[in-house]
């Protein structure tokens, strides 16, 4: 059975320390566990966290032998292929172990393309699971990045995927948006077992504190007082508050017992957040393994050793020997057991470069909390945050082709850049903006759209006007596809009102799109009156007569050869025309099969030809009674139907069904 766990509390509380505790009390060879810990810096990078915890796992399985690695190999391609290079966009070392595996095909529309990202991952699940226990722990989950979490969603509620356990830690006073909705959505349709973590009490403080000095309670009961008020009861901070008071000579071991000085202690200036407990302790350090410390937390709670000797403009050497006292210091440790390597060499004065380069690619360390990596974070100037930033952004350009990664710490240092490297990066969030779509991260890719928007807030508004309509109608498709119609609304009005700035191509595209948004709420009526607006003028009334003889004369041609000439306002045209039936309007129904048919026998054939004649077909069958006429016109159609297949359908459903209500199949 499915088991999804929570476990929340403020930060330090100790949320991580117990769920391992549980994690480790499981025998290993009955389960496959992954891990991973979201970091806020990477939130906007898509599946970030899966990747992670994927990763590693692929990882482990690569390492293993060729027997092993081949049997993870038939048993993912039995379950995914021929969609398996799906995988390989969150996971692209995957590759190692499945091989090469074709392209897939792109699928019409958006939807298409989520069901079968869905699927795919559902039927890679079922591989996994399918004789083990997947333990897949979150720690941070209120940083999860949106796409992650909707892909998590769709895999906890899935109910052919049962065999899996589900535990996350988050913070309990710094919740989001997307996390909030996240827990909803699950909790509609699975049980959510949530565990509650608060801060110790003063008893529990003594209790505490009586085990770490192996002291009574009555010798504990001061210090108790002083410690409870200075950390408030959070462990992580009384562990601080100890470790400074001990380095101090505040709490010291006489040699039989543990002792300390209360006036000392009550008088010391050791105030504030945990923070700035964990601040000062950074400040022990020297110089250079600070400024080693805050590059790192740059580089995100996880970081590679040759990423940061790049950002110190030093050598391996150099950068590990600088590094190796915070790890004495337990600020951060070992991402892996390669790094027990280092020791010795490290230790050795003579240890040469290439020693380094041998190990380089399992150099990775992570920060011991997430607060170190806070308050060693904060520890560097503006300036230096936005050098670090963009530093950072060139390693990144000089290793990998991924740009989003690359746009997001140049958006953190946007405010640092000259004129022209703004430029460069309002093409870049274009360019995130549109691979964020294209990997249906959605959100994401709004975030870069703004990103992108507020960086030409720099320049006047002659410039960049069609990168700024570009945004524009990015940002109108995605709020489409978030189904945030009045925000789409409200995106084109704004642009609208601004008219002189806009092409009539523009122009005429925004309304298109203004028109979809109320097809989409189901708001025809209004959608209808925006078509009369833009059109309305040009429409006549039409009598019987007029439009029986215009049928008669597009039948009289030998055959509508359709060229690529463009009929203006077509499409409004058409809509138009639908959007009459779906009101009952048969007047303005009526007059838009009129005019677009005008277009036919004044030769303007078109793509949207066998629209138009789709429209004459239904009107002399539905209005005048004139089914002869409507199946001549009917073959017409048929003989384009190559170029308007969807069109030819749509008539042919009206057509059959001309004696009931015309609104039924134009609804379906």
Not at 266 to 281: F, T
Not at 430 to 451: G, P
Not at 491 to 499: N, P, S, Y
Not at 571 to 577: I, K, T
Request: proline fraction near 2%; include cysteine.
């Amino acid at each position: 059975k499915k088991n999804i766990t929570l476990v929340s509390g403020i930060s330090g509380i100790g949320k991580t320390g117990i769920v391992m505790e549980l994690i480790h009390a499981i025998p290993p060879q009955q389960i496959t566990f992954l891990m991973a810990k979201s970091d806020q810096l990477m939130s906007s990078v898509p599946y970030h966290i899966l990747r992670e915890a994927f990763t590693r796992w692929v990882t482990l399985i690569c390492s293993r032998e060729e027997e092993n690695i081949h049997y993870w190999r038939e048993k993912i391609l039995h379950e995914t292929f021929p969609d398996t290079r799906i995988l390989f966009d969150i996971i692209p070392e995957l590759e190692g172990i499945v091989g090469h595996v074709p392209e897939v095909a792109a699928l019409p529309t958006v939807f298409e393309t989520a069901k079968r990202f869905q699927s795919v991952w559902v039927s890679f699940l079922k591989a996994l699971t399918s004789e083990k226990l997947l333990l897949l722990f979150i720690d941070d989950l209120q940083w999860t990045d949106p796409t992650s979490l909707e892909l998590l969603q769709i895999i906890l509620c899935h109910p052919e995927l049962q065999n899996i356990m589900f535990v996350g830690a988050y913070r309990s006073n710094e919740k989001s948006h997307f996390f909030t909705k996240f827990v909803e959505m699950i909790s509609v349709k699975q049980e959510i077992v949530q565990i509650e973590l608060s801060s110790l009490t003063m008893s529990q403080t003594s209790n505490m504190l009586v085990d770490t000095f192996s002291a009574s309670q009555e010798k504990i009961e001061e210090l108790t007082k002083w410690v409870y008020t200075k950390t408030g009861g959070i462990p992580f901070g009384i562990k601080l508050f100890l470790k400074s008071l001990h380095e101090a000579d505040l709490v010291r071991w006489d040699g039989d017992s543990w002792d300390w000085d209360i006036e000392k202690i009550a008088s010391c200036n050791m105030n504030g957040s945990v923070v700035d407990l964990v601040i000062e302790r950074i400040k022990l350090l020297s110089p250079e393994c600070q400024k080693a410390l805050s590059l790192a937390s740059v580089v995100g709670h996880t970081f590679n050793l040759e990423v940061l000797a790049f950002l110190l403009n030093k050598d391996l050497v150099v950068t590990c020997s600088v590094l190796w006292y915070a790890v004495h210091a337990n600020l951060i440790c070992p991402s892996t057991s390669k790094c027990l390597y280092l020791q010795p060499i490290v230790e050795d004065a003579t240890c040469q470069e290439q020693e380094y380069e041998d190990l380089k690619e399992f150099l990775s360390f992570s920060f011991a909390h997430d607060r170190i990596q806070t308050a060693a974070y904060q520890l560097l100037s503006e300036n230096e945050t936005w050098a670090a930033h963009i530093k950072l952004a060139s390693y990144i350009e000089r290793s990998t082709t991924d740009v989003i990664e690359r746009v997001m710490h140049l958006n953190l240092a946007c405010k640092a850049l000259n004129r022209e490297e703004t430029k460069e990066l309002i093409i870049l969030n274009m360019r995130a903006a549109t691979e964020a779509k294209s990997k249906m991260a959605y959100n994401q890719a709004l975030d870069f759209v703004f990103a992108g928007e507020k960086c030409l807030e720099a320049f006047h508004s002659d410039e960049f006007s069609e990168v700024r309509f570009e945004f524009k109608t990015l940002k109108i498709s995605l709020y489409f596809i978030l189904l945030r119609l009045d925000d789409a609304l409200d995106t084109i009005d704004k642009a609208l009102e601004k008219r002189n700035e806009l092409t009539d191509t523009q122009i005429l595209e925004l309304i298109h799109q203004k028109l979809n948004a109320y097809l989409k709420k189901g708001d025809f009526c209004t959608g209808l009156c925006l078509v009369n607006q833009v059109l309305g003028d040009t429409l006549t009334e039409v009598t019987k007569e007029d439009f029986c003889a215009l049928a008669d004369k597009i039948l009289s041609m030998d055959k509508l050869d359709i060229g690529t000439k463009e009929v203006p306002y077509a499409d409004l045209l058409f809509q138009g025309w639908v959007l009459s039936f779906l009101t009952g309007r048969v007047d303005w129904k009526i007059k838009y099969a009129f005019a677009m048919n005008v277009f036919l026998a004044e030769g303007g054939f078109s793509i949207h030809s066998a629209h138009f004649l789709t429209c004459l077909a239904c009107t002399m069958a539905n209005n005048y009674g004139d089914i002869e006429k409507s199946q001549m016109i009917y073959q017409l159609v048929k003989n384009m139907s190559h170029l308007c297949f969807q069109c030819l359908v749509l008539f042919h459903e009206v057509w059959l069904l001309h004696t009931r209500s015309i609104i039924c199949p134009f609804r379906r």
